[in-house]
Structure formats: structure tokens, C-alpha cells
């Protein structure tokens, strides 16, 4: 359990930084398009070589169907309670977002955060080897998260103070996924396959989208370097 909440720290903390982007001007933002694509490719493959199989080792019979409800319930609050969601660099100039938007957003991000957490804490509960690629794979997508949430809230009229808090929302809401599995070990079988299939929404729906905004090819060449990063981890790591 100490590793997992170490390393769910470290996540957090990423959520964070990725808040002091948008707060600090003097930051380069640009860098944040690689790491949505590093991380879509990361977490896609995590997702359909490691975190889908365990999930099914758990139970044949309810996986799929917990694995479908993780997917299903983002598409719901991207598509109903927060309808400016995006993912990525965010610049949101839009005039017409609104506190309400905001607040939404935040809500959104914070479930989805949650479980983050969930997730590196299930990967642990069953193996260091999962516990560190689930964490990588979100790793790699918690700064643009963190630059996400903080650039709605600017834009929906709240100051940059208010804007970096909500990145640390984000943060709780990483340790407390990782917690709610440290304390439950046994809520694995439920909270694993949701987070797959939470992991699978966020990398082909939110997170493949925006690498495909980007023109010719070497956006598509750091996708396609996050899954390589993946099997050659596999390669030298085997049932870490």
C-alpha cells in the first residue's frame, strides 16, 4: 500500500504542476501536445494488453460488464454534465462559459480522477508490475489534466487562484482512489475493470482526438512511441 500511495502522490502532484502551467505565464505550454499523444498511445496499450486481461481473470462473468459501465459513465458526464469537456491544451477564450460550466467541469475531472486513483490502486493490490504501468499510463496524461481544469476555470471568470485549487481538487481526488483500494483491498475486482474501462474512453475518446487535431505525422510518431515505450517495458520488466 505505501508504494501505491507513493507513486498516487507523485500523479497527484502532476495534476498539480499541470495547474501551475496555466498559472504561470512564463511556462512553455506547447510541450503539453506531446504528452497527450506519449500518453495515448502509453495508455492504450496498458489498457488492451494489461488492465483488460486482469480485469477478466477477476470474473469472466462481471468484467465486461463493469469495464462497459467505466466507459459509459464518462461518456455520460462529458456529454451531459460537462459539455465543454476537452482534453489537452486547453485555451477556452469562450466568452459564454459560465461558473456553472466550470464548477461541471471540475466535477467531471474529479470522478475521473478518482479513478485514477482507483486504478493505480488495483494495479498494485494485484501485482507491482500492473501497479507501475497503470501508474505510467497515468502519469503521462495528469498535466494536461491538471492545465485542463485550471484553463475552464479562468475562462468560466475565476481567478488563477482559484483556477490552480482546482487542480489541487484533482489531486485529492488521485489519493483518494488510491486509498479507497489501500483500505478495500477486496473492491479490486470492481474498481479494476471500471478503471479499464475508463482508461480505454479517455485514451481513444478524449486523448486520440487531440493527436489527430495536430497536422503531418509527428504526432502520430509519439503515439505510436508510447506504445513502443510499453512493450519494451514488458520486454525488460516481465512480471515486475
Given at each position: 500500500m505505501r508504494l501505491s500511495l507513493i507513486l498516487g502522490a507523485v500523479a497527484a502532484l502532476a495534476d498539480i504542476f499541470g495547474g501551475l502551467l496555466l498559472v504561470r505565464?512564463?511556462?512553455?505550454?506547447?510541450?503539453?501536445?506531446?504528452?497527450?499523444?506519449?500518453?495515448?498511445?502509453?495508455?492504450?496499450?496498458?489498457?488492451?494488453?494489461?488492465?483488460?486481461?486482469?480485469?477478466?481473470?477477476?470474473s469472466m462473468e462481471w468484467a465486461?460488464?463493469?469495464?462497459?459501465?467505466?466507459?459509459?459513465?464518462?461518456?455520460?458526464?462529458?456529454?451531459?454534465?460537462?459539455?465543454?469537456?476537452h482534453f489537452g491544451e486547453e485555451t477556452h477564450h469562450d466568452e459564454f462559459l459560465t461558473r456553472h460550466t466550470g464548477d461541471s467541469v471540475l466535477l467531471g475531472l474529479a470522478v475521473h480522477a478518482l479513478f485514477d486513483g482507483v486504478a493505480i490502486g488495483s494495479g498494485f493490490a494485484l501485482s507491482n508490475w500492473?501497479?507501475?504501468?497503470?501508474?505510467?499510463?497515468?502519469?503521462?496524461?495528469?498535466?494536461?489534466?491538471?492545465?485542463?481544469?485550471?484553463?475552464?476555470?479562468v475562462a468560466s471568470g475565476r481567478s488563477r487562484t482559484n483556477a490552480f485549487y482546482s487542480a489541487v481538487v484533482l489531486a485529492v481526488a488521485t489519493l483518494a482512489g488510491v486509498l479507497v483500494i489501500g483500505l478495500l483491498p477486496g473492491w479490486v475486482r470492481f474498481g479494476l475493470p471500471i478503471s479499464a474501462g475508463?482508461?480505454?474512453?479517455?485514451?481513444?475518446?478524449?486523448?486520440?482526438p487531440e493527436v489527430n487535431r495536430e497536422p503531418g505525422i509527428r504526432m502520430a510518431l509519439v503515439f505510436f512511441s508510447g506504445v513502443l515505450i510499453f512493450f519494451l517495458l514488458r520486454l525488460l520488466a516481465p512480471g515486475m
Open positions: 505565464r512564463d511556462w512553455e505550454k506547447r510541450y503539453l501536445r506531446y504528452f497527450v499523444a506519449l500518453g495515448a498511445g502509453f495508455m492504450m496499450a496498458a489498457a488492451f494488453l494489461e488492465m483488460l486481461p486482469e480485469s477478466f481473470k477477476l465486461p460488464v463493469l469495464v462497459l459501465g467505466g466507459y459509459c459513465a464518462i461518456h455520460l458526464l462529458e456529454h451531459t454534465i460537462t459539455p465543454h469537456f500492473l501497479g507501475w504501468i497503470i501508474f505510467l499510463a497515468i502519469f503521462l496524461h495528469k498535466i494536461p489534466e491538471g492545465f485542463t481544469v485550471a484553463s475552464v476555470m475508463v482508461a480505454v474512453y479517455v485514451a481513444a475518446t478524449d486523448l486520440v
